[in-house]
Each structure stands twice: as C-alpha cells, then as structure tokens.
DNA sequence: AATCCACTGGAAAATACGGGCC
DNA sequence: GGCCCGTATTTTCCAGTGGATT
C-alpha cells in the first residue's frame, strides 16, 4: 500500500460524517437547542418538525444536537435516549415500533420477533420498556413524509399518543422532512401534536457551501494538495442545484478520487469537471443495477422499441407488447398490463426515461414513452448486466424483431 | 355536440411470505 | 397443523378522460 497523498481523513467528506461545528446554522442549532433544553431537567422537549431542501443539514444538525444531549446528560446523570429512524427505509408501522425498542433495550432483539406479533402487542412492548427504562427519549423520524399518505399513516397518531400512554418516561419527537406541504396530508390531530415547534432549514449560497467544504477539506486533505479554485467551482456547480451541500461534498470527494487514481500531486479544477461526468453516470449506473428483473424487462421493451416510430415516440401498449415477448422468450412470468403501466411510471420518475401522457383523440389516451439516456450509454449498461446482455444477444442470434437500432446493441 | 378509443390511475382483493399462537 | 398478523407485490375491476373523428 502507498501512503496517501491526498487524503487524510476520507470520512470526513462522506454524506454520514457529523462535523463538530456547522457554519451558518448558529440560529438553527441555538433553536434546536433551546427546544430541547427542557430534557436535561427532566421535562419532555415539544416535539419538533423540521423543513428544509435536501443537503441543507437538517439530518446532520439532529444527530449532532443528540450526541451533545446525550453527552450533557451524561455528565449530569441524566436519563436520555435518542433513536434514529430514517422512514424511507423502515416505513412500516411495525418496523418503526422495532426500531425505538431497539435503542432502549438490546435485549429487544431476543423478546420482540421482527414479524408475526399483532402491532397493539408491540406497542405495549414499547411502552413497558419505556416505562422500566424511565428517563427521556428523542426519536427523530428523517423523511417523515414516507409515513404519510400510507395505509399505515395512524402510526404516527399512535406514535404522538404515545406520552399520555408513558407514566415513568417521556417521549418527543423530531420529525424531518423536505417538503413543506406534508402537514396538510397529516390527521390534524397528529398535525397539532407533532408541530408544537417548527425550524426550516434554508438553503446554503455559494460562499456558504465553499466555507463548509473549506471546513471539510482542512479534515480530510493534507495540505496543499487542492487547488483553492477547485472549492470554488465546486460550491458554485452545487450552489446551482438548490443550495445543496451535500451534492459539493460529494463533488469534491469524487473528484480528489479520480485524482488519487491519476496519481496525481494536486487536486485541479480538471478533476471536477470529470467527476461531474462520472456521478452523473454512476447514478444510472446504481439504479440499473439494482432494478428488478421485471423493471429491467419492462426498460429493455423500451429500448427494443426505439426507432420503431420515426418520432421514438412509443405507447403503453406497444410496450407492453415488446414486454410480453421478451417475457415469451427467456421464461419470466409476464405481469398484467396494468402493473407493467406503473413500473413504466416508475422509471419515468427515476429519470430512466420519460413517459408523457397525450390524448390521441380516437386513438385514445396513452403515454408517449421514449428512453431518457443516450444510447451510447444504455449499450454500456445492458452489456454490464447478466439479464439485460442476453436480451440484446439473444433477440439477435433469434432473428425476431431486429431492427437497425437492436444490432447496435450488440 | 356526441362518440369513442386506449389507456390512466384509484381501490379493493388476491397471493405470498415470515412468523407467532394454540 | 390450522389460523392469525403485518407487510409486500400483483391482479382484478372499473370509473374516468382529452381530444380527434364523426
């Protein structure tokens, strides 16, 4: 192994790394902080909701406030627990519960099965441990809007009614989310007892994002091995995206790599404008990759059908068609027309391609549906995958509906 | 103005699966 | 073994619908 040259502590410029100060979130934190105060002496903090575009901090700055809670209550030998849940992941009622038993007893695992007990029962569970436990616990649900809209969306009455149920602990809530608007999809009584304080997180300008990479950098880099002019056009690219620090971070991580591979002394701008090309391909790379085989069939019937109308504007049903062929010929169980509709919306909202709903009059009313990625590009990643390959090899050894468009495939 | 196509997309019901309970 | 829960994925059913055509 060399030595690294470049970097000195990668971690800090990872999407997960908490910094010790957050530049231009003095009031928010100050806020947060305050809201919380009350734990420390025993009181249950207001529950918390907070606002905020992606990369502005929010989940950053409520980790950070609940180690240093728990690092003050500590020293005082107070009771504090916190959790963290990230709804997108766990959006099931059950999984919520789970999640918080967990940080308050490690035994949870071996009392609570992860399925198969009714939901009231896991809620009792909750509560008796809360209650042998005692103290204050800080639950914060990140993108709290996955619990919303759901079937399941009474978890969170359940969850705010939590407190009147405790009588030897207290609970409160801090509920994150992007999109401002979520409340008004919210029971409004559920609405009235999440809400008690809100904080929004405004987005970062450019000079703010290059102070927090200049903060970052000094963690992760040895000395002058970027070029000051690199953070700059870094926080100037993700300043145009909606303030979104993450975005630079991950800009500037990507592009010291690439520099790390050309072995290379310095980290220049050049580096920044590749690696603003590779995230771009990386990310249609991951979900690719990571489609299941029905939406990948689904993506190659649309990719079969490219150029089969001058206009590559092609329909729900001629998809669906393509779709069911390709199904026919490698022995995959085919799915209704109706389902095959969603997934294609589904990747038209991944950015995979892009579905347009016309009304053809007589013909009646469909999507027009045409491939979002350059083809160059999809001859890459078909061949990258073991599924997807033997579509563009087999059509073609097969001779059936080969068009000039299906040879470049291969 | 009426018709009517080829779907869209919501909702309910079916199916499958992991796992407890008796 | 039979039945129940919660969850996830699909299927079934069906009431719309925008606008070219009649």
């Not at 939590?162 to 979520?182: E, Q, T, V, Y």
Request: neutral net charge; hydrophobic residues 35%.
């Amino acid at each position: 192994m060399k030595k690294e040259r470049i970097f000195k502590n990668r971690e800090a410029l990872s999407t997960t790394f908490i910094p010790s100060y957050f530049p231009h979130r003095d009031n928010e934190i100050k806020g947060f902080a305050n809201i919380l105060k009350p734990a420390l002496y025993g009181a249950r903090p207001s529950n918390i909701l907070i606002y905020g575009q992606t990369g502005t901090g929010k989940t950053a700055v409520a980790k950070f406030i609940c180690e240093q809670i728990i690092e003050k209550a500590g020293n005082e030998n107070k009771q504090i627990h916190t959790a963290y849940i990230n709804c997108k992941q766990t959006n099931t009622p059950y999984g919520v519960l789970t999640n918080i038993g967990k940080t308050y007893s490690s035994e949870w695992d071996t009392i609570v099965p992860n399925a198969g007990w009714r939901i009231d029962k896991v809620y009792e569970a909750l509560k008796q441990k809360a209650d042998d436990n005692g103290g204050i616990a800080i639950v914060i649900l990140d993108e709290i809007d996955a619990l919303v809209n759901k079937k399941g969306d009474d978890i969170l009455y359940h969850l705010t009614g939590l407190n009147s149920d405790l009588s030897n602990s207290k609970i409160s809530f801090i509920g994150i989310s992007n999109d401002s608007k979520f409340t008004t999809w919210l029971d409004p009584r559920v609405k009235s007892r999440l809400g008690e304080e809100s904080l929004t997180f405004a987005p970062y300008n450019a000079i703010q994002i290059e102070e927090i990479l200049s903060q970052r950098a000094q963690i992760a880099f040895h000395d002058n091995v970027v070029d000051p002019m690199v953070l700059t056009y870094c926080a100037s690219k993700a300043a145009q995206q909606h303030g979104d620090a993450r975005k630079a971070l991950d800009l500037l991580r990507i592009s010291a790599e690439l520099a790390e591979r050309d072995d290379c002394e310095i980290v220049t701008v050049k580096y920044v404008n590749k690696a603003q090309n590779i995230m771009e391909i990386d990310q249609v790379r991951s979900i690719v990759s990571t489609l299941p085989i029905q939406y990948k069939a689904t993506l190659a019937g649309v990719v079969l059908n490219q150029g089969k109308r001058k206009d590559g504007h092609q329909t729900t049903g001629e998809v669906y068609s393509t779709y069911m062929q390709i199904c026919k010929h490698f022995s995959l169980d085919s799915l209704s027309q109706r389902r095959v509709g969603h997934i294609i919306s589904e990747l038209d909202m991944q950015g995979m391609i892009n579905a347009k709903i016309v009304s053809l009059g007589r013909q009646g009313r469909t999507k027009f549906i045409s491939m979002a990625i350059d083809q160059n590009q999809i001859d890459e990643l078909f061949a990258e995958d073991a599924f997807l390959s033997d579509i563009s090899i087999e059509l073609t050894k097969s001779g059936n509906y080969i068009s000039s468009t299906q040879l470049r495939l291969i």
